[in-house]
């Protein structure tokens, strides 16, 4: 039997345009990606998982109750660098969404700060130092 292998990582969103808006300064292009009106996946490159944004409406029909963001990261971004992580801190502030955790320079060695999407769901961002 095979390893199982990451293949997609899914939000909820109550406002699709918002949430879009949000990824799209995280890196994410959904020019050319799968898109309906309850769900929306960006381009990805060859090996990569997909982020699969599905309305929240959607969810609460599938599964029979609201979702609910986490209280922790749902994912994490690799960014090149220490200074990519504060570049992309600073967009995502300066465009009116939450920073839960400025950059920082953790004692486990990386660049690390905690950004949250329309909706509530964290993503961290970090670079080896």
């Not at 309906?36 to 982020?51: F, K, M, N, S, Y």
């Not at 990386?110 to 769901?121: E, L, M, N, S």
Request: with cysteine; aromatic share 10%.
């Amino acid at each position: 039997m095979g390893k199982p292998v990451l293949d997609a990582v899914a939000v909820t969103a109550t406002d699709m345009e918002r949430a879009m808006a949000f990824y799209t300064l995280l890196g994410f292009d959904f020019e050319g990606g799968f898109m309906t009106e309850d769900h929306v996946e960006p381009v990805r490159a060859p090996g990569e998982p997909r982020l699969m944004i599905d309305h929240a409406s959607l969810m609460e029909k599938l599964t029979g109750e609201a979702p609910r963001a986490p209280n922790h990261s749902c994912f994490a971004l690799l960014c090149d660098n220490p200074a990519e992580v504060d570049a992309i801190a600073k967009m995502v502030e300066e465009a009116g969404f939450a920073v839960l955790t400025q950059p920082w320079d953790a004692f486990w060695g990386q660049r690390y700060a905690t950004v949250a999407d329309p909706d509530g769901y964290r993503v961290d961002l970090f670079a080896p130092l």
